[in-house]
């Protein structure tokens, strides 16, 4: 059960404990070496979402149309900070994206609100509103107010007022007053979402940093294939605590992006835009090989959005991912959620089997971070409706291809995931869905598939392992 639908403990399971300080400085000590493992990114690179404006052309690290982040200081975004003293180095790895230097984790947040968000800069002094009724795109506030760990201010767009307050610290409460012409104020309030979001509770959290040392050791060992892990806690037994691996990695996304595609549909859904049960003529024009079903059927035909998602997730299918970037307005529109949630570190730039585009420079990237603040924005009911979330995790547990996390695993063990594979990636995140254990990973690598889909086996293990252990929790000596 989701915390979303139940209230949960702050604390796990089982008898309180006393736990000694030298263990949680042991703990933290080890977390600060397990995240700082092998070097992710060969120097500093143009910032994924940062561009000139709206006309700012789409490429690697240039978010295309409205998706574009504005303003100098650009907040890099929490990317590589997931647990204690992560830090990201730089190095020469194959296949990684040059990832950008990134600000303080509490430079960047948004207020999730029913039926939008409100993103906040604090360094670039940027702040978008994006919701049924409507989307600024960057608007730049140099006017911003930034004090005792919040940012507050006012835009006006196109006569409309946005004022503001929002903590730059996760899960605490913001709001903000919409006032457009001849039309009275509107008061919204939510929640703050961060990435990392932080612990509900410290102490339980603290249980999951050995988890780090165990995945920095597999990373570690993975010669051919720069690694990056995130893993969340969902479930509340380890104070909802975020460990990292090379977090920050931003390796080729393959079809990992695809899951940016269905919240953009489904958010749209949600809203009352579009209806699953519409319908969307494909044509022969459409189909690419690769991954997926429709290119064993006949068109030209209508396909309803509902079966364009459904096989968008459970085939990987990349001819309905072709059709359905289309239908939603090119890559602006997905490369604007993304920026609304600043995940900077993630950029739609190409369709699926596109050659010419890949040859030209433009790719699709992510990181672990960003996927698993995706997955939990999604899982807490933040960016989707809990019908459209259910809906989404349903997709992914039909999943087909499952020669990665699933095949890690015991037989029967319950996941709901995504995979992306390309000559030179091999990936796949998602949730582990054990009762009392709820987890969403993001194993991510870039280099030989082949090898690459080894490392994510044993990244997915040694999570699962770390999970189904018995925690007593600490003792006193």
């Known amino acids: 059960m989701r915390k979303s639908d139940k209230k949960r403990s702050s604390s796990p399971s089982g008898p309180l404990v006393r736990v000694p300080l030298k263990w949680l400085t042991a703990a933290v000590a080890l977390a600060v070496v397990a995240t700082t493992g092998p070097a992710t990114a060969d120097g500093p ?53 040059p990832t950008p230097e990134r600000a303080p984790t509490s430079a960047v947040s948004w207020l999730s609100f029913p039926g939008g968000v409100f993103a ?19 608007v730049a506030d140099p006017d911003m107010s930034v004090a005792a760990g919040v940012a ?5 767009v196109e006569g409309r007022s946005y004022r503001y307050r929002v903590p730059l610290v ?82 080729k996304a393959a079809s990992v992006i695809k899951l940016w595609i269905l919240v953009e549909l489904l958010r749209r859904v949600d809203c009352g835009q579009v209806s699953l049960d519409d319908g969307v003529l494909v044509t022969p024009a459409d189909v690419v090989g690769g991954t997926g079903q429709l290119q064993f059927e006949t068109f030209p035909q209508v396909v ?27 890559f602006a529109p997905v490369n604007a959620l993304i920026d609304s949630m600043n995940q900077r570190s993630t950029i739609l730039a190409r369709r699926m089997l596109d050659s ?11 990181s672990p971070d960003d996927v698993v603040s995706l997955l939990g924005a999604v899982w ?7 019908a459209s979330r259910d809906l989404m995790i349903g997709f992914m547990r039909e999943q087909t291809l499952n020669t990665k996390i699933p095949a890690a695993l015991p037989p029967g063990v319950p996941v709901a995931h995504k995979t992306g594979d390309l000559p030179d990636a091999s990936h796949d995140v998602g949730y582990y869905l054990i009762p009392g254990s709820e987890t969403a990973v993001a194993f991510l690598t870039a280099g030989p598939m082949d090898t690459g889909d080894e490392t994510v086996r044993r990244m997915a293990r040694t999570v699962y392992d770390f999970l189904v252990t018995p925690v007593d929790g600490a003792y006193e000596e």
């Open 45 to 97: 690179g143009p910032e994924p979402g940062h561009g000139a404006g709206p006309g700012s052309a789409p490429g690697p690290g240039n978010a295309a149309g409205p998706g574009n982040a504005a303003g100098p200081g650009n907040a890099a975004g929490p990317g590589n900070v997931a647990g204690p003293g992560n830090v990201a180095e730089q190095g020469d790895e194959p296949g990684v994206e």
């Open 120 to 138: 906040v800069d604090s360094l670039g002094h940027t702040v978008r509103y994006r919701a049924c009724d409507g989307d600024t795109g960057r």
């Open 152 to 156: 507050s201010g006012e835009v006006t």
């Open 170 to 251: 996760g899960r605490s409460q913001g709001s903000l007053q919409v006032v457009g012409r001849h039309h009275p104020p509107t008061e919204l309030t939510g929640v703050v979402v961060t990435s990392p979001q932080p612990p509900t509770d410290p102490v339980a959290g603290a249980r999951l940093f050995p988890l780090s040392g165990q995945l920095a050791r597999v990373v570690a060992d993975a010669s051919l294939n720069p690694a990056g892990v995130t893993v969340r806690d969902l479930s509340g037994r380890y104070g909802d605590q975020q460990v990292a691996v090379n977090g920050a990695l931003r390796p």
């Open 304 to 330: 309803t959005l509902h079966r364009l998602a459904q096989y968008l997730i459970k085939y990987s299918d990349n001819i309905a991912a072709n059709v359905l970037i289309t239908y939603l307005g090119g």
């Open 356 to 366: 010419a585009a890949a040859q030209r420079g433009e790719e699709n990237y992510t």
């Open 380 to 386: 807490d009911g933040e960016i989707l409706t809990p």
